[in-house]
């Protein structure tokens, strides 16, 4: 039986029998992996702690014919502890490993992987905001997935900005010939927030109030959940905890 190894990120598990769990993973090199951990839930298990959400491994797996098999694990990164004892990046990161989690196989790059190693460290360290970090991820996970929101020009027209209305279902900012009736409207802390945050300009999205904080992820986690066709249900949770 042919093996191979990876670096992955650990986005969810479900228990398989009495022993052993379903473990779904971002991987660097081979996109989405679904593959069976045996016995990890023994407390004799040699590497059921590194096979938890949040964590980053190196696996050793067995291919298999409907799900694989992994053999080895290593710790890379080591970020649940440190997120788990707090509940605003615990919610934030568990929206971020979600939306992962619903991206298609061919979204899957070393790009997408390597945006979800850098977002959990982030939170793990506590280096910015946990939400401004979870907007981050998602604008620039959608950006890599071919959906990058307009935020300049209009993202129906093409005309230059700056523009002060937002419309998920249209691609972002849009100048007022296009937009609809009922648009919501952008003030320009807001604007230059959202383009921050895309640009890891962490200079400027570190220096935003609250409220702006707060308009901003609203834009985002529609727009997030409008090109992802569901909705992403940690995000209930992590507006709970800001």
């Known amino acids: 039986m042919p093996t191979y190894r990876d670096e992955v990120v650990i986005l969810r ?35 059921g702690s ?15 014919r409907s799900l694989d098999i992994i053999q080895q694990a290593e710790s890379l990164g080591s970020y649940g502890a440190d997120i788990a004892v707090h509940y605003d990046r615990y919610t934030s990161a568990n929206a971020m490993v979600e939306a992962a989690d619903r991206l298609n196989e061919a979204e899957a790059t070393p790009q997408q992987y390597l945006l979800l190693v850098g977002g959990l460290r982030a939170l793990a360290r506590g280096e910015h905001v946990p ?26 027209c093409g005309a230059p900005g700056p523009h002060d209305t ?11 010939d296009c937009a609809p009736v009922g648009a919501a409207r952008v003030d320009v802390a807001t604007a230059e927030f959202l383009t ?13 109030s609250a409220p702006t904080r707060g308009s901003a992820s609203g834009l985002i986690a529609a727009y997030a959940q409008w090109h992802l066709e569901r909705g992403i249900r940690s995000l209930q949770h992590v507006e709970a905890a800001t």
């Open 13 to 47: 598990t479900h228990k398989l029998g009495e022993a052993d769990r379903i473990v779904t993973m971002l991987s660097r090199r081979h996109g989405k992996i679904r593959a069976v951990a045996k016995g990890v839930r023994r407390t004799s298990s040699r590497f």
């Open 131 to 156: 939400r401004s970090i979870l907007d981050s991820y998602l604008l620039r996970a959608m950006a890599l997935s071919g959906w990058a929101p307009g935020l300049t020009e209009c993202a129906r």
């Open 196 to 208: 921050a945050l895309m640009e890891g300009d962490w200079v400027v999205a570190d220096s935003a």
């Open 50 to 64: 590194r096979l938890e959400p949040f964590m980053v491994a190196d696996v050793l797996l067995y291919q298999g």
């Open 166 to 176: 937002f419309v998920a279902q249209l691609g972002g900012m849009i100048c007022r």
